[in-house]
């Protein structure tokens, strides 16, 4: 399949992976590209060696393109971006700030720099700035989160910046794939789906949370405080809601989440831990491969386009 997205990154089929943080390794990110979708390394809030090391492991099992997601909040964000350009690194997304101050030196060296917004103004902010396209993000999406949903959210964003615009949030299956590109996406990127693949390397109980969930299994935490953050809900979220509903501070809730997506990934604690998930996790019903996804998501697409066709005919 060919759109503006598979034809800027090199790639086969416009699924990009999101970069979620201490899930997105090599083993993941390799899987992906090698399947013909953009796979991408999440530094999230590792340092720089580290993700220097992510990058050359997936080079050394993958020949297709791959990309890095920073957090611009990361403490060696400054490092990171030095160090995706000294590894040859062809695409970078980017989230949870500004990423001007890189945006000359990315451009130098080839690499297409897509951010993820959450508005119109954010979107035209970042068109305006150099970027190839953007990733608009609806609050269906699992971790951090806006405020506007993807079916509201992209159409505005393609109506508003001449970029391509990559479609997130609440996409599950082939038939959201579709739907994204009904409303003028050119691609789309996916997170929980893929939290249960094979190659995903997080703990088992993670991914069985995530085939267990049923449609209405997700929380948002922290709308008060500005920080909303979407996860399955759990003992932990229960706790943070009650006292986040009776006025605790910030650091308050800040030590009840403290480290609480690592206890999830690699621990496995599914009870206190803080499992990002988004709405789509009562759509994800059984492991797979990477390739299997993928294909079977083109596959569902275009017969969700082609039923389309039959009834309007």
């Known amino acids: 399949m060919s759109t503006t997205i598979t034809e800027i990154l090199d790639i086969r089929y416009p699924i990009i992976q999101g970069g979620m943080a201490w899930v997105a390794d090599y083993h993941i990110a390799s899987a992906v590209s090698n399947a013909g979708g953009l796979g991408i390394i999440a530094a999230g809030g590792a340092d720089a060696e580290f993700v220097r090391n992510q990058i050359r492991k997936t080079k050394e099992v993958c020949d297709k393109p791959f990309g890095v997601n920073i957090m611009l909040m990361n403490p060696e964000a400054d490092k990171i971006a030095e160090v995706i350009v000294e590894e040859g690194v062809k695409v970078v997304t980017t989230g949870a700030g500004n990423p001007s101050k890189y945006m000359e030196m990315w451009k130098k060296a080839g690499i297409k720099v897509i951010p993820v917004v959450a508005s119109v103004a954010m979107a035209k902010m970042m068109e305006r700035l150099g970027a190839d396209a953007v990733v608009a993000e609806g609050t269906e999406s699992g971790g951090h989160i806006g405020e506007s949903t993807t079916m509201s959210l992209v159409p505005q ?39 249960v693949t094979d190659e995903c390397n997080i703990h088992e109980n993670y991914k069985q949370a995530v085939i267990k969930a049923k449609d209405i299994d997700t929380k948002v935490t922290g709308r008060t405080t500005g920080h909303p953050v979407r996860t399955l809900r759990n003992k932990m979220t229960r706790e943070y809601l009650k006292l986040e509903n009776e006025g605790a501070t910030l650091e308050e809730l800040e030590r009840l989440t403290l480290g609480g997506l690592r206890k999830a990934v690699v621990e496995g604690d599914t009870v206190n831990g803080s499992v990002m998930a988004g709405q789509i996790a009562g759509l994800v019903k059984e492991s797979c491969s990477c390739e299997e996804l993928i294909k079977k998501l083109m596959d569902e697409m275009t017969e969700s386009i082609v039923s389309v066709r039959e009834q309007l005919a």
């Open 157 to 195: 964003v393609v109506d508003a910046v001449n970029i391509p615009v990559i479609a997130a949030g609440g996409i599950g299956d082939g038939r959201g794939v579709a739907a994204a590109f009904m409303l003028g996406a050119r691609g789309v990127q996916m997170g929980t789906a893929f939290l």
